[in-house]
């Protein structure tokens, strides 16, 4: 069976870090491009960053750029986010997604794991 | 970055009628080799979000053929033939094609 499972969420005061990570399973991870899209509650979905399959290219959105990094690790089937600095508008679920392609159409969603910055 | 717009922002349909949100985006989302990546995804309530669509009219495996994209451009939209109770949820449209990768702000469907 395909799987993300997201873990390392939390309660962090601002300022603060936190380490999220993903761990998948049921497919190739390796070929799989990999982002974490964001969303706050009621909100709508919001991209966040996104690492190329063999983790040489990575990509950020505006908001988190400076403060937030994504890396994986092939052998260990994981991918990872580090967030510092965090801000109150960054408490939201964070979702673990998997491309097949360069980050076009996220075939794969995780169930997410809350963040909240307070 | 790229807006895209969806239309309406809640659409109340009664079980067995068709559905149709429309989505446009700020500027073309043909790709440079040609493709148009823009996806539509599900999400129920309480669930994360899944895939129904991608590049414009491909249906994911295991989503019924009642729902169907279509369009090109600058302007697409999601067709429910006929909503059933398990529709139920917010629907988002998602372009591939520049970066950053936007979303639509959703489009909230519920049973009448």
């Known amino acids: 069976e395909v799987q993300l499972v997201e873990s390392g969420g939390g309660l962090v005061q601002p300022g603060g870090s936190l380490r999220l990570s993903c761990a998948a399973s049921g497919f190739i991870f390796s070929r799989y491009a990999m982002a974490w899209v964001r969303q706050a509650s009621g909100k709508g979905l919001e991209w966040v960053s996104g690492?190329?399959?063999?983790?040489?290219?990575?990509y950020y959105a505006d908001s988190v750029k400076g403060r937030f990094t994504i890396s994986r690790d092939n052998s260990k089937n994981t991918l990872y986010l580090q967030m510092n600095s965090l801000r109150a508008e960054d408490t939201a679920i964070y979702y673990c997604v998997g491309d097949y392609g360069d980050l076009e159409a996220f075939d794969i969603w995780g169930h997410g794991t809350v963040v909240t910055v307070s | 970055d790229v807006v895209m717009t969806q239309s309406p922002l809640s659409l109340p349909v009664t079980l067995g009628q068709p559905a149709s949100i429309s989505c446009r985006s700020s500027q073309s989302l043909v790709h440079s080799d040609g493709s148009t990546w823009l996806n539509w995804f599900q999400q129920r309530p309480g669930q994360s979000p899944r895939r129904l669509i991608y590049k414009v009219s491909n249906r994911d495996s295991g989503v019924p053929d009642r729902f169907s994209g279509s369009g090109s451009g600058t302007d697409f939209t999601l067709k429910i033939s006929r909503v059933e109770a398990e529709d139920v949820g917010v629907y988002y449209c998602m372009q591939g094609t520049h970066w950053p990768l936007t979303f639509g702000g959703g489009t909230r469907v519920d049973i009448k």
């Open positions: 690492i190329s399959g063999s983790g040489g290219n990575t």
